[in-house]
Every structure is written in structure tokens, then in C-alpha cells.
């Protein structure tokens, strides 16, 4: 062959990649036709986190293309065929009249002519949300009644007819939207991953409790996302897990930060009245896991500008701190920082400094916002994944479960830890959200302090997320033990002298 024949093959076999629809119309055209996420992923060989990142402005390459382009080339042929069909004067249905009473933020509610039953509670519901019968207010879920499948596991199709059950099957349904309920966040119905990996760690090791917790903390990572993806099932909201972030979130070296300020304490009582005094170090139990009950933004952050706070939304602010005058008895609720002006909080910190400026508290001025980048947020997005976790250590706690407990400690603290920029954790990249969990951390234990002063105790320091040194009685305001509302000691020890004391 000569060198134009080879020339003529490259270009014969050369081609433009396969377009692909915009980034904003991929996930509608997935849901349109009631398809998971995991459905898809699994069809495509990829996974569920692959899948959100193409929906949020990634494009995929190669052979995988080919066939996610397939996939959205007919869906849309699909939707439009059935548009089509809809269209039909003889067989258009009569418009629905609008309901007054129907929540704002929920479009697709709609009464039924007959009552179905609910896919979170079996019960009767008048009403149907995106076209699954639904109770609207949690209220009227039944808690008497035997517990019905994951809503997850509802068939992503029509409601059943009224004399019949909604038929319940395996599939996910991530993409269907659903009343935030409280029960839909129960554990019942999450298969119990957890035991599961310890009893198979435990077996391969042949009961070697060291080795097998060792083999189970290497794995907490991928296995906090299997979780996560489990007790996301059913959920009324998607992940976007590679989100487009703004500068300020993004490390100025390889080696360095970002611009985010968390708000980290390290504060220690700058003076003890004379004498000598007995200070109790108390543990603050699980403070990452409870801080993943935050407001966390569920999409793209969005910029904005002016001293405005929207309380529906949660992000990063840049704002100039106020003033603190009472480093005497309590820490600064901005943690220790040395430099004037203004900086980039996270919501946490943010919503603190509001709630203390506040008349009912009036310790410092509001903060001056500047501007903002924030989304929609819930503060429930993960809290299902907190409660099987919480559940797995009380349990494991009430066992002397030692591995599991460990292994339990290893999921949420590397889950937040690795979920920023980090080469151990590809399939979620929210540094907005480990700085937002990070902070809630902080913010909770600013207010234990808070407590403790406001109760009468002498608060001596605060240190990270779980440290709090006191001086006074107590258990009267923290109950002891290694429950996640509960504090244990981690020391005892002196400070003043007797000579102090009598002068």
C-alpha cells in the first residue's frame, strides 16, 4: 500500500463523533420514559454516577457514545411518536381544572377520580404525584398498616386500576418524583449492606476480627457509594454528581486549598478565675454522621450578588464576618482567623452567624453577604444513608460489634473526606458538599458549647468537630454514652492550684 492508499483508508475510516442532544435535554428524555438511572448505566456498562455526570454537561466517547447516542435518538423518536398520538383531537382527554390547594413546587399533582393506593403506605390517597398515588401530607400515611415495598421499587409505569394493588417490582425509579415524606426515610427497607459485608470480611478471614475490619475500612469507599445509591432509591431527588464548579471551589495548587473558609474551632479559654478546678474533655459522639443532615444543594450552584439570604437554597457565601466580643467565654462561631475582611463561608457557618445575630440571641451584627453561589437545596438529601448508618452503630454498639462499628466509622468519615477533589473517590465530585458537612460539624459543636454556657457550665475549650472541655456538672445537660445523642469522657484533669484557690 502507498502512502496516499493508507492516507485514502485513514480518512475512509475517519469520522465526526456521533452529536449528541444538549446536556439539558439528556436526563428529560430518560425520565419522559420512566428509565432509571441504574437502568440505563446498566444497559450502557457504565455507572449510575457516569450517567448523571453525561446529564450534567460531560459527553462520553468511543463505543459508549454510539450507544447513548442510540438511546436518546430513540427516545426522542419514541416521545414524539406517543406526542403525536396525544394530539389526536378524538382521543385527547379533557383538561384537568387547577387546584388551589395543590403545593406550588409540585406540577404534576393530581386528584384522582377514585381513591388508589398509596406506593409509600398501601392506604387510600386522592391524589397522585407524577402519576403514582400518593398521601400529600406525611400525616396521612398509615404507620398502622404492614409496611409496603420501597417506593423505589414502584414500576415506573401508570397507576394500577382503582380495585387493584400498584404492583411493586426492583426497579429503582430515581428519576420519579415524590412527595419528601418521613417514611419513605425508614430503613426497613434498605437491604442491610452493611451486615452483609462484615459477615462475607469476617468469613474470608476465617473470624480474624483485626484482618477482616482492615479488608473492610480498604473498601469503604466504593462500598459508601453502593450504599448511597441503595438508600437513594425512591428519592425525590437526583444526585448531580459531577456538578460544574466555580473557582472559588476549586484548589489553587495541586497541593493547596481552596478558597472555602469552614469555620474549624481551635479555641481555648484565654483565662480560669483563681483556684482549682476539675475540667471534664467530653467526645462528642459521630459528629461527621450527624452533620450529613445539612442543607445541601442539589444541583449546579448558581451565582448571585447583594446582602440576601434565600433560605430555600444552600451554597457558599462571601461575606464580611461580623465582629466578635465574647472570646472571653465562647468561641468565634468563624472559627480561628487572623485576617480582616471578607471571606467564602459555607451554609452552615452562614446560617449560625444569622441565627446568633438574631434578636432572640443578639451576641454579634448579622454578616454583610456579598455574593453567593448556591442552588435548591434539602436538608434531607442523605438522610436515609444517615439513618442505615446510624442504625448499623447502635446496633453494632449494643452488640460489642467492634468490626462493624469500625467499618461504620470508615464509611461516613472517608465518604466526606474523599468526595471533593480526591483520586480515591471517581464517582462523586462535590467539594461544595464536603465543605457544607465539614462546617455542619463545626456549627453543631459551636452550639453544644453554646448549651453548655447558656446552662451555667464554664466552657474551657472547643477543638474540631468533637471536642468540648468544660467545668461544672455536666450530665445534666449531656447524657453519657456512645449513643449519637450522647457524649462520652475522654478526659479528666486539673488546672489552677490549691494556693490560687485559698488566696
Not at 465530585?429 to 463545626?442: E, G, P, V
Request: glycine residues 8%; aromatic residues 6%; hydrophobic residues 35%.
Amino acid at each position: 500500500m502507498t502512502d496516499f492508499e493508507a492516507i485514502d483508508a485513514l480518512l475512509a475510516r475517519a469520522g465526526q463523533e456521533t452529536p449528541l442532544p444538549p446536556a439539558e435535554d439528556r436526563r428529560p428524555l430518560r425520565e419522559a420514559l420512566n428509565v432509571s438511572r441504574a437502568q440505563l448505566a446498566q444497559a450502557l456498562g457504565v455507572g449510575t454516577s457516569t450517567v448523571g455526570g453525561w446529564e450534567s454537561g460531560r459527553d462520553p466517547s468511543g463505543e459508549v457514545r454510539e450507544k447513548y447516542a442510540y438511546f436518546l435518538k430513540g427516545a426522542r423518536t419514541k416521545l414524539d411518536t406517543a406526542a403525536t398520538a396525544d394530539t389526536d383531537p378524538a382521543t385527547e382527554p379533557p383538561e384537568e381544572p387547577a387546584q388551589a390547594d395543590e403545593p406550588a413546587d409540585l406540577d404534576d399533582v393530581d386528584e384522582l377520580a377514585a381513591p388508589q393506593p398509596c406506593v409509600l403506605c398501601g392506604q387510600p390517597a386522592h391524589h397522585q404525584v407524577a402519576g403514582f398515588p400518593q398521601h400529600l401530607d406525611p400525616t396521612d400515611c398509615s404507620p398502622a398498616q404492614p409496611a409496603p415495598e420501597p417506593a423505589g421499587h414502584t414500576e415506573a409505569r401508570r397507576p394500577a386500576p382503582t380495585d387493584q394493588p400498584v404492583r411493586q417490582t426492583g426497579q429503582t425509579g430515581r428519576g420519579v418524583k415524590v412527595v419528601p415524606v418521613g417514611r419513605r426515610m425508614q430503613t426497613a427497607d434498605t437491604p442491610n449492606l452493611i451486615a452483609s459485608a462484615v459477615a462475607a470480611a469476617l468469613t474470608e478471614h476465617a473470624g480474624d476480627a483485626d484482618a477482616a475490619t482492615a479488608a473492610l475500612v480498604k473498601r469503604a469507599i466504593p462500598d459508601a457509594m453502593t450504599l448511597l445509591d441503595t438508600t437513594r432509591k425512591g428519592g425525590r431527588y437526583d444526585i448531580v454528581a459531577h456538578p460544574w464548579l466555580p473557582d472559588v471551589l476549586r484548589k489553587q495548587t495541586a497541593r493547596g486549598a481552596d478558597q472555602i473558609w469552614e469555620a474549624r474551632p481551635k479555641w481555648a479559654r484565654p483565662a480560669l478565675p483563681p483556684g482549682k478546678h476539675e475540667v471534664t474533655a467530653l467526645d462528642i459522639n459521630g459528629a461527621y454522621l450527624s452533620a450529613l443532615k445539612t442543607h445541601l444543594p442539589l444541583g449546579q450552584l448558581e451565582h448571585s450578588t447583594g446582602d440576601h439570604h434565600d433560605r430555600r437554597r444552600a451554597g457558599i457565601h462571601l461575606i464580611t464576618p461580623p465582629a466578635w466580643n465574647h472570646d472571653q467565654v465562647l468561641p468565634n462561631p468563624i472559627g480561628n482567623r487572623d485576617e480582616a475582611g471578607p471571606l467564602w463561608i459555607t451554609e452552615p457557618t452562614l446560617r449560625l452567624l444569622l441565627r446568633i445575630s438574631s434578636p432572640k440571641h443578639a451576641l454579634c451584627e448579622p454578616p454583610v453577604i456579598h455574593e453567593s453561589w448556591t442552588s435548591g437545596a434539602t436538608e434531607g438529601l442523605l438522610e436515609k444513608f444517615r439513618i442505615t448508618l446510624k442504625d448499623a452503630r447502635d446496633t453494632a454498639i449494643t452488640d460489642g460489634d467492634d468490626v462493624t462499628l469500625e467499618y461504620v466509622k470508615a464509611i461516613y468519615s472517608k465518604f466526606v473526606s474523599t468526595m471533593g477533589e480526591s483520586n480515591y473517590n471517581r464517582d462523586l465530585y462535590r467539594t461544595d458538599w464536603m465543605h457544607l458537612i465539614r462546617s455542619q460539624a463545626f456549627a453543631n459543636l459551636w452550639w453544644k458549647a453554646h448549651r453548655a454556657y447558656d446552662e451555667g457550665l464554664m466552657v474551657v475549650r472547643a477543638m474540631g468537630t468533637d471536642e468540648l472541655h468544660v467545668i461544672g456538672e455536666w450530665h445534666a445537660i449531656f447524657p453519657e454514652g456512645r449513643g449519637m445523642t450522647e457524649v462520652k469522657v475522654k478526659d479528666i484533669y486539673t488546672v489552677g492550684t490549691a494556693t490560687e484557690e485559698r488566696a
